[in-house]
């Protein structure tokens, strides 16, 4: 088992960067693949980024993809989702999560097992 905390996020002007973290408990953290997703008021929480367990392969939602890069750090039990040029419709909670299938990179937020309690990424125009 494995427990996730998120933090990071933040009020951030249109244009803005911030840098996410989720730090995961336990000694397995580098047989998860890992994900990050975000909810936003009155929606469905949807998919941004996922990475294998030696972050061999990524993906990303196309709304995201190339402003937004996740990376971890095994060493450290840690995850990392860099956000650049952010975008008010960008305005949600994040949340990480452990997918126990370390290979694969998954969009369905079903097939993950463990999250975080979730971050909020604020951004104004």
């Known amino acids: 088992q494995v427990q996730l905390v998120e933090s990071g996020g933040g009020l951030v002007q249109a244009g803005g960067s911030l840098r996410l973290s989720c730090v995961a408990s336990g000694r397995t953290f580098s047989t998860y693949a890992m994900g990050w997703f975000r909810q936003a008021p009155g929606k469905e929480r949807e998919f941004v980024a996922t990475?294998?367990?030696?972050?061999?392969?990524?993906y990303y939602a196309d709304s995201v993809k190339g402003r937004f890069t996740i990376s971890r750090d095994n060493a450290k039990n840690t995850m990392y989702l860099q956000m650049n040029s952010l975008k008010p419709e960008d305005t949600a909670v994040y949340y990480c999560?452990?997918?126990?299938?370390?290979?694969?990179?998954?969009?369905?937020?079903?097939?993950?097992?463990?999250w975080g309690q979730g971050t909020q990424v604020t951004v104004s125009s």
């Open positions: 990475i294998t367990w030696t972050a061999g392969n990524t």
């Open positions: 999560a452990a997918d126990q299938t370390r290979w694969r990179t998954s969009t369905d937020p079903d097939e993950y097992d463990y």
